[in-house]
């Protein structure tokens, strides 16, 4: 249908409203869409830098992505085997040798990992500590219960306290997790993404798994960026912090608006994609070649590994 | 199975779509020669994106028959391996929304995907990628992820992606849709060389400038879904009442030495009269 044009304006479009541009003294409270922002802009700004330090001379970004995978796993592979706390720590080391070497910042590279292994793993394993849940040696008492204390059915010690065994065990696994997430990211660090998704490819990993995997990581970028836009939209027509019910509401509207448009985009990607000859079967450009230059970092990373699982071993 | 001639790349035959019971083409017959420059013309919602989606074999007619190089355009037939491998080889499409376009992890991969999915050989491949990206002007974005990329810039690489296969037809859909002039001067000088190499070009803009630089006919699509029009680009683009009638221009109020009146306004050529601030 053809728009036709308003014979005429309202009248209260035809008056200037608003004066001029004064300030309350009210500080306006940041609500989620402002928090959204600029999780968002961090998220981005952490992809760029990425990016960025993937494509630095450093010892593993120079490395063949395929061997340096294989490295990194067998690494991987030992934190998971190795049962005491000092070898873990010499491991942490060495990811953190293996960091400075590439040329990445230890701080932000030490602070991505250990801001989120004690808020996820050190919550799991927080009451392990405690005699509560696992007997042990105390080593700080926290409260006296009492003898023959109970809590409903449950029969509680005559004193809550922090137990060596607990304590240990804690430790044990944050570290193992921190050292476990550490290699990982340093490989997505020093590996641009498509170059990681070839070498696994190359490993033999199924390439559904690699190519929603890729795909997954492409298609966040845009949906992040709707996001914002959605966002700015709204906050340029909000002057103040909604009533939360009215937020909860709007935040549920934008999911589903996400949601929506996600799948309308999925649609328009697979056509895209059989456009151009794509039959269920993803295929790359791998142009991968080993050079002796990889050697020495790989025999670090490989006689590494081993001298942990036998260094574990030989402590018992 | 009904055979078309060698010359005619795409027939139609009162074809109908529709999204549910949103209707998008109704009963629209047309035909597309080989090397031709065709442009189809339409407003928002004519069906002009359906169209080149049923072209692509994406999507398939609700009633009546589209051919492709003398042969049924049908599911069935495209379940066929190696006819799909040979259609999709022969028909490449830049579809509008380029962010659907590129999914792959790098501009590298973005333009290898066809070629590679086609079917060719590694070393065509890798040839294929660095001559598409020279001519495009896009070698150093070549292992830069997609979404680090300007419009501009992913509208080159979405057109890349299909150069690469080297299909003998393109289809476009809205090209220069949000592009800055230079790239819509480098797309148009672009599109015209490929039909002078004897590529059969479709176009669906509502540019009438655009239409005017690439087409050797136009078709235009009206606002119920039908064929409003037909010819070549001097006939069409003066023939005012079409496109009025098409929303393809429009009809507003001018002030000229004083006096207001009103005639259709599209920006395409001048008005033959002089406007004063």
């Not at chain 2, 779509?17 to 597309?32: I, N, T, W």
């Not at chain 2, 009633?63 to 006819?83: N, P, V, W, Y």
């Not at chain 2, 300007?150 to 003998?168: D, F, T, Y």
Request: with cysteine; glycine share 8%.
């Amino acid at each position: 249908m053809t728009a036709e044009a308003p014979t005429s304006l309202p009248a209260w479009m035809l008056e200037t409203e608003g004066g001029g541009i004064a300030p309350s003294g009210r500080r306006r409270r940041r609500g989620a869409a402002e928090r959204t922002l600029d999780g968002v802009a961090r998220a981005l700004e952490r992809s760029l830098f990425s990016e960025e330090l993937a494509a630095r001379a450093g010892t593993l970004q120079e490395m063949d992505p395929r061997l340096k995978t294989v490295c990194l796993a067998v690494l991987l592979l030992a934190a998971l085997l190795v049962r005491h706390l000092p070898v873990l720590a010499a491991m942490y080391a060495l990811v953190l040798v293996l960091a400075w070497a590439s040329l990445v910042p230890l701080g932000r590279f030490a602070g991505r990992v250990w801001l989120f292994v004690p808020l996820f793993t050190g919550l799991i394993v927080l009451p392990s500590i405690f005699n509560l849940f696992r007997p042990g040696d105390p080593l700080l008492v926290l409260w006296h219960f009492g003898e023959g204390a109970s809590l409903g059915p449950w029969q509680l010690p005559a004193e809550l306290a922090v137990t060596r065994q607990g304590l240990q065990g804690a430790l044990l696994l944050v570290t193992r997790t921190a050292v476990s997430v550490s290699l990982v990211v340093l490989l997505v660090l020093t590996t641009r993404w498509s170059v990681l998704m070839g070498a696994l490819r190359a490993l033999r990993l199924p390439r559904v798994f690699v190519l929603v995997l890729a795909m997954t990581y492409r298609y966040i970028h845009l949906l992040l960026g709707l996001v914002t836009e959605m966002h700015l939209a709204r906050l340029s027509r909000t002057a103040t912090r909604l009533p939360a019910r009215r937020e909860r509401r709007l935040a549920a509207a934008g999911i589903g608006t996400v949601l929506e448009k996600s799948q309308v985009l999925g649609t328009e990607i697979h056509e895209a994609m059989i456009s151009r000859g794509y039959s269920g079967e993803p295929l790359t450009l791998s142009t991968f070649s080993l050079r002796p230059a990889d050697l020495p970092p790989a025999a670090l990373m490989l006689l590494s590994a081993a001298a942990a699982w036998g260094g574990d071993r030989l402590l018992g | 199975m009904a055979e078309t001639g060698e010359e005619l790349v795409f027939e139609l035959r009162d074809v109908h779509f529709s999204y549910r019971d949103h209707v998008a083409l109704d009963g629209l017959s047309m035909s597309v020669q080989r090397g031709e420059r065709l442009v189809l013309l339409g407003a928002n919602g004519s069906g002009k994106s359906t169209l080149l989606k049923l072209l692509d074999g994406l999507i398939f007619p609700d009633r009546g028959s589209i051919h492709a190089f003398g042969r049924k355009l049908t599911a069935e037939a495209l379940a066929d391996e190696g006819l799909a491998r040979s259609f999709r080889r022969r028909v490449g499409f830049v579809f509008q929304n380029s962010d659907a376009q590129l999914f792959s992890a790098s501009v590298r991969d973005e333009v290898a995907f066809g070629p590679l999915h086609l079917g060719l050989e590694h070393r065509e491949v890798e040839r294929r990628v660095a001559d598409t990206l020279h001519i495009m002007g896009l070698e150093h974005l070549a292992d830069r992820p997609p979404y680090h990329l300007s419009g501009g810039e992913k509208k080159k690489v979405a057109l890349a992606s299909v150069l690469a296969i080297n299909p003998e037809v393109l289809l476009l859909d809205e090209p220069t849709a949000g592009l800055d002039p230079k790239t819509v001067g480098f797309l148009e000088r672009l599109l015209n060389q490929l039909a002078e190499a004897g590529k059969t070009v479709v176009t669906a803009t509502q540019d009438l400038d655009l239409a005017a630089a690439i087409a050797d006919r136009l078709l235009v699509l009206g606002e119920d879904h039908r064929r409003a029009g037909e010819g070549t680009p001097p006939e069409v683009l003066a023939d005012r009442r079409l496109l009025l009638e098409s929303n393809l221009v429009h009809d507003h109020p001018h002030r000229h030495d004083g006096r207001e009146h009103r005639h259709p306004h599209s920006h395409l050529e001048d008005h033959g009269h002089r406007h004063r601030d």
